[in-house]
């Protein structure tokens, strides 16, 4: 009788299509995978440790450093998380609350091309990959007109922004704005309507409703399972509130709907990026907050709606100018946890497409 | 003509202009189309994207061809943060590649462990265990940089005898 050699093959950490420096150990009959088993820590850098060594503004920068193709995003959720541990929340004036907004789904828009833009990439269409690349370098040259920095911008601070918008940002940014729907017309052009795109990606890795909320999914992954869920509109922070946009959800959650997912939400970004540049008031932009952060004991959880997922940070403070405990809840590390199941019995190929469209950031997996 | 002793074969082989001619344009190829390793570490492997991108376009100075392969590849970019657990594979990588071969250091994590010095976890800088030929400074460097960086390895590719005059008296 006939019969394949079982093969154990490393894919990982150096491979192109892991995004970064993840490893997964398959067994191949064949070519298709039989079981997938993750390896990860090959990016610890111990941040979580670090936190507990640097002050409250010090550990700020790292926040970018974490998701590093969100990083304004990441900053957000951790001022947050200490504004809220100060119990200042409602403090912060409201141009610094739309500043956030605003510089906050304009980050997400640049993620998500990004993803899309690596998608592409990852089933060899190299054209679709120089459109993203190009929208994004649009988004990042405003994120460096706030900040002065591309990717880490160290912007936000405990209690408001580190800066006003400097001159000409409304009038740069309305113009990208107004030009990106075409820019989503023409990604969906090139990429989603190729019927290449599809045959890759359709039905590719499904993950059922029931699955999806078993291993913990969150954000646009489990939006694409068809789970309606949002936290911008179903615990709005910030004024989020004030906001009305849609959620796109998907039916079957294959890897196409993944991707589907994410070109609505780009489009709904850019609806609320729009209202908050109508909206943005005159005013301050910090709050009046002490020179030296000293939040009162205690510990906080506050999480946010990142580009990946929910972004959540635990803090424990024990009255002192650092944190005595800071933990990370990654959205990348709760949605690999998924990948050996939707590896099992699927062509290798097809795991590399089912991977890239999970979106995972090593530096947040890792942390 | 003169006949050659075997004992002055080496001086010869020394003196032969045309050897040295080759070298000199096996050089200025060598350093016109350094083909980079599609490795990335952490957040300046993003940036390195970039640099491939339609703005910045490495492809100017021919240097857009990423190979998956080390076996294809002259230069490694250590683009982020190596870590304890990394640092093996980052070396096997190196030795499997092909002489000549250049590394890059891209960003302070490759420097000196950069934001990340006193983590636990993080090898402080490339240079520590590979020979590093140009590093670029920034967190993460811009693609101007990485570009600026490639090109002065191109200078030090194609006139090893001026690098080896700096660095006597550096």
């Given at each position: 009788?006939?019969?394949?050699?079982?093969?154990t093959?490393?894919?990982?950490?150096?491979?192109?299509?892991?995004?970064?420096?993840?490893?997964?150990?398959?067994?191949?009959?064949?070519?298709?995978?039989?079981?997938?088993?993750?390896?990860?820590?090959?990016?610890?850098?111990?941040?979580?440790?670090?936190?507990?060594?640097?002050?409250?503004t010090?550990?700020?920068?790292?926040?970018?450093?974490?998701?590093?193709?969100?990083?304004?995003?990441?900053?957000?959720?951790?001022?947050?998380?200490?504004?809220?541990?100060?119990?200042?929340?409602?403090?912060?004036?409201?141009?610094?609350?739309?500043?956030?907004?605003i510089?906050?789904?304009?980050?997400?828009?640049?993620?998500?091309?990004i993803y899309?833009?690596?998608?592409?990439?990852?089933?060899?269409?190299?054209?679709?990959?120089?459109?993203?690349?190009?929208?994004?370098d649009e988004?990042l040259?405003?994120?460096?007109?706030?900040?002065?920095?591309?990717?880490?911008?160290?912007?936000?601070?405990?209690?408001?922004?580190?800066?006003?918008?400097?001159?000409?940002?409304?009038?740069?940014?309305?113009?990208?704005?107004?030009?990106?729907?075409?820019r989503?017309?023409?990604?969906?052009?090139?990429?989603?309507?190729n019927?290449?795109?599809?045959?890759?990606?359709?039905?590719?890795?499904?993950?059922?409703?029931?699955?999806?909320?078993?291993?913990?999914?969150?954000?646009?992954?489990?939006?694409?399972?068809?789970?309606?869920?949002?936290?911008?509109?179903?615990?709005p922070?910030?004024?989020?509130?004030?906001?009305?946009?849609?959620?796109?959800?998907?039916?079957?959650?294959?890897?196409?709907?993944?991707v589907l997912v994410?070109?609505?939400?780009?489009?709904?970004?850019?609806?609320?990026?729009?209202?908050?540049?109508?909206?943005?008031?005159?005013?301050?932009?910090?709050?009046?907050?002490?020179?030296?952060?000293?939040?009162?004991?205690?510990e906080?959880?506050?999480?946010?709606?990142?580009?990946?997922?929910?972004?959540?940070?635990?803090?424990?403070?024990?009255?002192?100018?650092?944190?005595?405990?800071?933990?990370?809840?990654?959205?990348?590390?709760?949605?690999?946890?998924?990948?050996?199941?939707?590896?099992?019995?699927?062509?290798?190929?097809?795991?590399?497409?089912?991977?890239?469209?999970?979106?995972?950031?090593?530096?947040?997996?890792?942390? | 003509?003169?006949?050659?002793?075997?004992?002055?074969?080496?001086?010869?082989?020394?003196?032969?202009?045309?050897?040295?001619?080759?070298?000199a344009?096996?050089?200025?190829?060598?350093s016109?189309?350094?083909?980079?390793?599609?490795?990335?570490?952490?957040?300046?492997?993003?940036?390195?994207?970039?640099?491939?991108?339609?703005?910045?376009?490495?492809?100017?100075?021919?240097?857009?061809?990423?190979?998956?392969?080390?076996?294809?590849?002259?230069?490694?970019?250590?683009?982020?943060t190596?870590?304890?657990?990394?640092?093996?594979?980052?070396?096997r990588?190196?030795?499997?590649?092909?002489?000549?071969?250049?590394?890059?250091?891209?960003?302070?994590c490759?420097?000196?462990?950069?934001?990340?010095?006193?983590?636990?976890?993080v090898?402080?800088?490339?240079d520590?265990?590979?020979?590093?030929?140009?590093?670029?400074?920034?967190?993460?460097?811009?693609?101007?940089?990485l570009?600026?960086?490639?090109?002065?390895?191109?200078?030090?590719?194609?006139?090893?005898?001026?690098?080896?005059?700096?660095?006597?008296?550096?």
């Amino acid at each position: 009788m006939l019969k394949t050699q079982e093969l154990t093959l490393n894919l990982g950490p150096h491979h192109p299509s892991t995004h970064g420096v993840f490893r997964c150990v398959l067994n191949l009959e064949g070519e298709y995978i039989q079981k997938a088993v993750n390896h990860l820590g090959y990016l610890h850098r111990g941040i979580e440790k670090l936190a507990e060594s640097r002050t409250y503004t010090q550990f700020i920068p790292y926040n970018g450093r974490l998701d590093y193709v969100a990083g304004m995003l990441n900053e957000w959720t951790y001022v947050h998380a200490v504004e809220k541990l100060m119990g200042i929340t409602e403090e912060i004036p409201e141009r610094a609350q739309y500043i956030r907004v605003i510089l906050g789904e304009l980050q997400r828009l640049a993620s998500h091309a990004i993803y899309i833009a690596s998608m592409a990439l990852d089933v060899a269409g190299a054209t679709a990959w120089f459109y993203g690349f190009r929208d994004r370098d649009e988004i990042l040259d405003l994120l460096e007109m706030v900040s002065g920095q591309r990717l880490m911008p160290n912007y936000m601070r405990i209690g408001g922004v580190a800066a006003d918008l400097p001159e000409g940002f409304i009038e740069k940014c309305q113009a990208l704005i107004d030009e990106f729907p075409n820019r989503i017309a023409e990604q969906e052009g090139i990429l989603i309507g190729n019927e290449i795109f599809q045959a890759r990606v359709k039905n590719v890795g499904p993950i059922s409703k029931e699955m999806a909320l078993d291993y913990g999914l969150t954000g646009p992954n489990l939006r694409a399972s068809g789970v309606d869920t949002d936290l911008r509109r179903d615990e709005p922070y910030g004024i989020y509130d004030r906001f009305d946009f849609k959620v796109p959800v998907g039916e079957k959650g294959d890897t196409f709907d993944r991707v589907l997912v994410r070109i609505e939400e780009m489009k709904e970004s850019v609806k609320i990026v729009k209202k908050a540049l109508r909206d943005i008031p005159e005013g301050p932009v910090m709050a009046k907050v002490p020179k030296v952060i000293k939040p009162p004991v205690g510990e906080v959880y506050s999480r946010i709606e990142n580009a990946k997922g929910h972004l959540g940070f635990h803090i424990v403070s024990d009255g002192s100018t650092k944190p005595y405990r800071l933990r990370i809840y990654s959205p990348c590390f709760v949605n690999i946890g998924i990948f050996p199941e939707m590896a099992k019995g699927i062509h290798l190929m097809d795991a590399v497409v089912a991977l890239a469209s999970l979106d995972i950031v090593l530096g947040e997996i890792d942390r | 003509m003169d006949v050659i002793k075997p004992n002055q074969v080496d001086e010869v082989v020394r003196n032969n202009v045309v050897l040295s001619t080759v070298d000199a344009a096996f050089n200025w190829c060598r350093s016109r189309s350094l083909w980079p390793l599609t490795f990335g570490l952490a957040c300046c492997a993003i940036e390195m994207m970039a640099t491939a991108d339609t703005r910045y376009d490495l492809a100017r100075f021919g240097s857009e061809v990423f190979r998956p392969s080390p076996r294809q590849c002259d230069l490694m970019i250590i683009a982020g943060t190596i870590t304890k657990k990394m640092q093996p594979v980052v070396k096997r990588l190196y030795e499997q590649m092909a002489e000549p071969k250049y590394v890059l250091a891209m960003g302070s994590c490759a420097i000196s462990g950069g934001p990340f010095v006193d983590s636990y976890n993080v090898v402080l800088g490339g240079d520590t265990f590979l020979p590093v030929d140009v590093y670029v400074p920034g967190c993460p460097p811009r693609p101007e940089a990485l570009i600026y960086g490639i090109l002065q390895l191109r200078e030090k590719v194609a006139n090893p005898k001026k690098i080896e005059g700096l660095r006597k008296h550096g």
